[in-house]
């Protein structure tokens, strides 16, 4: 690979990277302790933090932290999150990432399978505040709601956490050079123009007319 191909870009400034490792960090601890109340042959998982009250508590004061969070990405990312018509596209060719193909549309800066992510994120992450809060005060509620709010609960935390394995594979060793962006916030021009060609080339645009 060239030196040019090699020479490092920002991607991602250190807004974004706190906001993602706050948002990731709090919502694999309410995932892991989680486990901890759902299974009880799992019991060890509150023993690890001193018991189920203290368990109990690092779920709550990390399930704030994850729905702050998951209001500020909201806000930043939406705007880079929006379908386009080439998404459709896009998701017909299976990304290239199911079988070869040389008919992908130029992305700009999030292709439609990170935008999938972060609605799935956003809408199942609401769904598990505002249960999560139910549950807090269930006494207050119906039983029948209260129920509800148990089920809805497990089962949105179940859909997030399958989709975060496919996230952190293919944020890892299903495309190398991809995990820079969240830890320097720099990637190579050469994964630029492979995963985000649009955005690569406004900003090169933008920097040469500055």
């Known amino acids: 690979m060239s030196d040019h191909?090699?020479?490092?870009?920002?991607?991602?400034d250190a807004t974004e990277r706190i906001a993602h490792w706050l948002l990731a960090g709090s919502c694999l601890l309410c995932l892991f302790t989680g486990l901890g109340f759902m299974f009880s042959s799992w019991s060890f998982i509150p023993a690890l933090f001193g018991g189920y009250y203290a368990a109990k508590w690092?779920?709550?004061?990390?399930?704030?932290?994850?729905t702050a969070s998951l209001i500020y990405g909201y806000f930043m990312w939406k705007?880079?999150?929006?379908?386009?018509?080439?998404?459709?596209?896009w998701i017909l060719n299976g990304g290239g990432y199911l079988w070869p193909t040389n008919?992908?549309?130029?992305?700009?800066?999030?292709?439609?399978?990170?935008?999938?992510?972060?609605?799935c994120v956003i809408v199942f992450g609401a769904i598990i505040a505002l249960s999560g809060l139910m549950m807090w005060n269930a006494d207050i509620f119906p039983n029948d709601l209260a129920i509800w709010a148990f089920t809805l609960h497990a089962l949105s935390a179940m859909v997030i956490g399958s989709f975060f394995v496919v996230h952190?594979?293919?944020?890892?060793?299903?495309?190398?050079?991809?995990?820079?962006?969240m830890f320097t916030g720099k990637c190579t021009k050469a994964w630029c123009e492979t995963h985000c060609p649009r955005w690569f080339e406004e900003r090169s645009k933008k920097t040469e007319a500055a």
């Open 5 to 12: 191909a090699q020479e490092m870009v920002q991607v991602t």
């Open 79 to 89: 705007k880079d999150c929006v379908f386009e018509a080439d998404d459709a596209k």
């Open 103 to 119: 008919n992908l549309p130029p992305v700009y800066k999030y292709n439609a399978g990170q935008k999938a992510f972060f609605w």
């Open 58 to 66: 690092i779920h709550i004061f990390s399930g704030v932290i994850f």
């Open 168 to 181: 952190f594979y293919l944020g890892t060793i299903g495309n190398p050079g991809t995990a820079s962006a």
